[in-house]
């Protein structure tokens, strides 16, 4: 498509984009209310299969909803360790909220971190209850490569069978996501998904249907990695085919600012964090 030609070589740039976002774990102010409640829970043989939860405790609620969140990183970089602080701001919201960890390229190539995410989600779901969260309520939400992660296994329906838990995943937020990004023309895009033999079981939009869980998507207007206009796409193709998609373009933010906001820091920069965990709130009520 030639509407990537400002995106193709940005692709490249994800990982180096979201990084100063981790330092905001080591020297950023953080949420109260919450306590890391387990660390390196597995969900599969491989170091990088391991997720950590966090639990309100300042929020009455019980049993509270519960999210898998994804952080972002290219597909080819991004540890769990630092982003507990985005962790803790949606805990603090009054969800029980697992941050995995998943394999990355080069290691491994599309489709093993999304079939990592679903079997992280699906783990999840089973030990849910353990801490006070009901699993009958659970939503995932992701940013940059992490959104694409949460729309592929919110949207094609393989990934969720195959870790045995169709139907688990009741709602789904992506944050400054690639939803229809080919061709391949760039070292990041062509090491994670080059060797498909048909690009277009990468692509979310691709997956677009009517019985999916409701989808919320945010974006910021000067994101140059990630364009805006995957969001409006997205939303647009769910909804041509009776799908429920809200979307919300932010005036001024970029591609680091839809996960920024999670930080106290940075907050009043635009109402993200509230516009999202509203969503997740309403559809995943009891």
């Known amino acids: 498509m030639t509407r990537r030609g400002l995106f193709a070589p940005a692709l490249g740039m994800l990982a180096a984009a979201c990084s100063p976002l981790a330092m905001l774990n080591t020297f950023g102010p953080r949420d ?12 599969g043989d491989d170091p990088r299969q391991r997720f950590d939860v966090f639990v309100p405790t300042a929020v009455p ?7 898998v969140l994804f952080y972002g990183g290219g597909w080819d970089s ?13 805990a603090a919201r009054g969800f029980v909220v697992a941050l995995p960890d998943y394999r990355l390229v ?4 599309f489709p ?73 023309d760039v070292p990041a895009s062509v090491n994670a998904f080059g060797r498909v033999a048909d690009p277009t ?3 979310p939009v ?16 000067e994101d140059v990695i990630v364009h805006a206009e995957d969001t409006t796409i997205l939303c647009e193709r769910m909804r041509s085919v009776g799908g429920r998609c809200e979307e919300k373009l932010y005036p001024g933010l970029n591609h680091a600012d839809l996960i920024s906001t999670f930080s106290p820091l940075f907050r ?19």
């Open 268 to 286: 009043k920069k635009a109402p993200v964090l509230e516009d999202a965990t509203a969503f997740l709130h309403r559809e995943l009520a009891g």
């Open 201 to 203: 079981l990468t692509q």
């Open 32 to 43: 109260g209310g919450v306590r890391r409640a387990a660390r390196d829970l597995a969900y």
């Open 78 to 90: 991004g540890d769990k360790t630092y982003y507990a602080w985005a962790a803790q701001a949606l």
């Open 106 to 109: 080069p290691q491994v190539h």
């Open 206 to 221: 691709t997956f677009a249907r009517a019985d999916a869980a409701p989808l919320w998507l945010g974006h910021g207007t």
């Open 112 to 184: 093993a971190f999304i079939e990592d995410a679903a079997l992280a989600t699906a783990r999840v779901g089973e030990i849910a209850g353990r801490y006070g969260a009901d699993p009958a309520r659970l939503g995932v939400i992701g940013q940059s490569a992490g959104a694409h992660m949460a729309m592929m296994i919110t949207l094609d329906r393989r990934y969720m069978a195959a870790a045995g838990a169709s139907g688990l995943i009741r709602a789904a937020v992506g944050l400054a996501g690639p939803y229809d990004f080919l061709p391949f």
């Open 61 to 67: 609620e019980r049993p509270w909803p519960v999210l």
